[in-house]
Structure formats: structure tokens, C-alpha cells
């Protein structure tokens, strides 16, 4: 009777574990990321990192999945600084914006064409001047219009200008 209990509390006890909804991780898979650029073109999503990681999916999310699923390790998406956001995908914006990967205090901007994930992030490291986006998700939840400030580049060049 009592080795009966026992085998029936260890098996409870798996049961526990392999049914937790808590989880590790190995920290060396993890993928820090410090820009996201995304861009939408023939139909398609497309979101890279500064490391050079890509996406493709039908809207933010997907691309977003696609490029978790892709990826050699476990990309970190919320360690993210910046978010660069192409005029050509901002007919979702307010989805991107809203995606639970962000961190709150990521900076967003917007490009008027689209912007290398890995070249810009230096410059963006020296220049911070760019919205939230808890401060988007609050304008877009009060209706307030907020201007982003967009990256421009040429000839491997950036600058900052007034937002649109």
C-alpha cells in the first residue's frame, strides 16, 4: 500500500512537471536583438534583425513566427531598442505596435524606403529620438496622432528627420 502511494505521488509529480506551464530555457540559445526592420512587399512581410535574421508571413505576426521558427537559436525580441517600421508597412501598424514580442520602451520610426536592420543599429544606438511604444500604444488606444521620426540613409549614411 504505501510503495503504491509513492509510485502514485511520483507519477503525479511528472504528470506536474511535464504539464507546467512553467518552462526553462538555455540562455546560449537565446539571440539578443537590438533592431527590427520591417517591410512589406509582394503580398509579403518581411521583418529582419541586426543580425541578419529574417521572417516572411502574410502580416507582422506570421513574419514575426516565421522568423522564431526559423531561427538557429531563440531570438529575443524584446530586447530590442528599435523598431523600423517602412512606409509600405504601415497599413498595419497598429497590429505591429499591439504584438506582444515588444518590449514596451522599444523606439519606433519609420522609413520612407526600406532600412538594413544591421546597418543602421549603431547609428541608432548613438541617436535615440525615436516614440515607444507603450507611448504608440496609448495614442492608438486614445486616438491621438503622434508623428514618427523617420531614418533616412544614402550611401550607408543615416539621419533623423521631423516625423510625418
Same mark, same amino acid.
Given at each position: 500500500?504505501?510503495?503504491?502511494?509513492?509510485?502514485m505521488?511520483?507519477a &503525479?509529480l511528472?504528470?506536474?512537471?511535464?504539464?507546467?506551464?512553467?518552462? #526553462? %530555457?538555455?540562455?546560449?540559445?537565446? !539571440?539578443?536583438?537590438? @533592431?527590427?526592420? !520591417?517591410?512589406?512587399?509582394?503580398g509579403v512581410?518581411?521583418?529582419?534583425?541586426? $543580425? $541578419?535574421?529574417?521572417?516572411?508571413?502574410?502580416?507582422? &505576426?506570421a513574419?514575426?513566427?516565421?522568423?522564431?521558427? #526559423?531561427?538557429?537559436? /531563440?531570438?529575443?525580441?524584446?530586447?530590442?531598442?528599435?523598431?523600423?517600421?517602412?512606409?509600405?508597412?504601415?497599413?498595419?501598424?497598429?497590429? /505591429?505596435?499591439? /504584438?506582444? =514580442?515588444?518590449?514596451?520602451? @522599444? %523606439?519606433?520610426?519609420? #522609413? &520612407?524606403?526600406?532600412?538594413?536592420? $544591421?546597418? *543602421? @543599429?549603431?547609428?541608432?544606438?548613438?541617436?535615440?529620438? +525615436? *516614440?515607444?511604444? #507603450?507611448?504608440?500604444?496609448?495614442? !492608438?488606444? @486614445?486616438?491621438?496622432?503622434?508623428?514618427?521620426?523617420?531614418i533616412?540613409?544614402? +550611401?550607408?549614411?543615416?539621419? !533623423? =528627420?521631423? +516625423?510625418?
Amino acid at each position: 500500500m504505501k510503495r503504491s502511494k509513492s509510485a502514485m505521488a511520483l507519477a &503525479a509529480l511528472a504528470a506536474a512537471l511535464l504539464f507546467s506551464p512553467f518552462h #526553462s %530555457e538555455d540562455a546560449s540559445e537565446r !539571440i539578443p536583438v537590438q @533592431t527590427l526592420c !520591417i517591410r512589406f512587399a509582394d503580398g509579403v512581410y518581411q521583418v529582419q534583425t541586426d $543580425g $541578419g535574421l529574417r521572417g516572411f508571413g502574410a502580416d507582422p &505576426a506570421a513574419a514575426f513566427a516565421d522568423l522564431e521558427r #526559423s531561427a538557429p537559436g /531563440l531570438p529575443a525580441f524584446s530586447t530590442a531598442r528599435q523598431l523600423i517600421v517602412a512606409d509600405n508597412a504601415m497599413d498595419s501598424f497598429s497590429e /505591429l505596435v499591439f /504584438l506582444e =514580442c515588444l518590449h514596451p520602451g @522599444t %523606439e519606433v520610426y519609420r #522609413s &520612407a524606403a526600406p532600412v538594413d536592420a $544591421g546597418d *543602421v @543599429t549603431a547609428f541608432l544606438n548613438r541617436h535615440a529620438a +525615436g *516614440v515607444s511604444v #507603450s507611448r504608440l500604444r496609448s495614442a !492608438i488606444l @486614445t486616438g491621438e496622432a503622434i508623428k514618427l521620426p523617420e531614418i533616412a540613409g544614402a +550611401g550607408g549614411r543615416y539621419r !533623423i =528627420c521631423d +516625423g510625418k
